[in-house]
């Protein structure tokens, strides 16, 4: 049984209830599962599907069901405590049911880091894995937001024993997809966390080289990424002193894990960057 006396409830005021559509009944009912005396008749009076369909349409239940024993798991349970298969139920659809919304992603990506660049490096992975999503048939809106939120983190945490590690805990705690925490943990060679699903590759894969791409725009002209060769990326590659920042071996590295030709997903990825090219100041227009 679920022990409640690990549950912490946290507390909301009636209108904060309300910011949300989720049944009265539900909410009343997770509320006082929290208490011992609650706890009991959960898994009695609430269906799975009346406790899934309440924490996927407010974000308030997931609250009431969080504290200790969340926050002590490692980030793929609940810990020891969690052993009621409706919480485990409760659990899955916490970790994986969050309404995932680009403007909000983006407005924590700016809440943490106030240098521009680092922002428009972010919608430029973003728009390189939404491409290649579409490409694979897998969610667009999603990949967009695991490759704009992989390096959340570092303005405050550039070290490379923090980067991607306290990132990946800033998206648990506001409970992303564990396919998107996982990404933005495996970017970072460092952490030794196995790129062993195709988001977390496509990730690594589009990072340094979106870095590389944004240099050779912005010395060209125009600043623009318009008319951008494959072979003009290719020569600045093979220099050394351009874009010292960049890691050539990651741009191999990552092409050669997803599978790619490396001309074929500079390609690919220069025309992704177009469909951003005003967001990131690259559209034309020397300034």
Request: with cysteine.
């Amino acid at each position: 049984m679920w022990d409640a006396d690990t549950v912490a409830p946290v507390r909301h005021s009636p209108v904060s209830l309300q910011r949300r559509p989720c049944g009265q009944e539900v909410i009343s009912k997770l509320t006082k599962s929290c208490h011992p005396t609650g706890a009991r008749s959960l898994e009695g009076s609430l269906s799975s599907a009346d406790i899934l369909d309440a924490v996927v349409r407010s974000p308030i239940a997931v609250c009431y069901l969080r504290g200790r024993t969340l926050a002590s798991g490692d980030g793929r349970n609940g810990g020891p405590a969690c052993q009621s298969p409706l919480f485990a139920a409760f659990l899955m659809t916490w970790r994986n049911g969050v309404d995932l919304n680009y403007d909000d992603a983006l407005a924590t990506l700016r809440e943490h880091n106030t240098n521009e660049s680092l922002v428009k490096h972010g919608i430029a992975v973003g728009a390189a894995v939404r491409a290649y999503a579409r490409e694979f048939g897998e969610d667009e809106n999603k990949w967009r937001i695991a490759g704009l939120l992989h390096d959340v983190d570092y303005e405050k945490h550039p070290t490379i024993e923090e980067h991607g590690k306290v990132g990946a805990g800033w998206l648990r705690d506001l409970t992303y997809p564990d396919d998107v925490i996982h990404a933005v943990h495996a970017h970072n060679d460092y952490h030794g966390v196995p790129r062993d699903d195709l988001l977390s590759k496509t990730v690594f894969a589009c990072d340094e080289l979106t870095g590389l791409i944004t240099a050779c725009a912005l010395v060209r002209p125009d600043k623009s990424l318009s008319g951008l060769e494959v072979s003009s990326v290719r020569k600045k590659m093979k220099d050394k002193a351009f874009a010292r920042g960049v890691n050539r071996d990651d741009i191999v590295k990552g092409a050669q894990e997803l599978g790619v030709d490396l001309d074929q997903h500079i390609a690919f990825v220069i025309a992704a960057m177009r469909e951003e090219a005003d967001a990131l100041g690259l559209a034309g227009g020397a300034a």
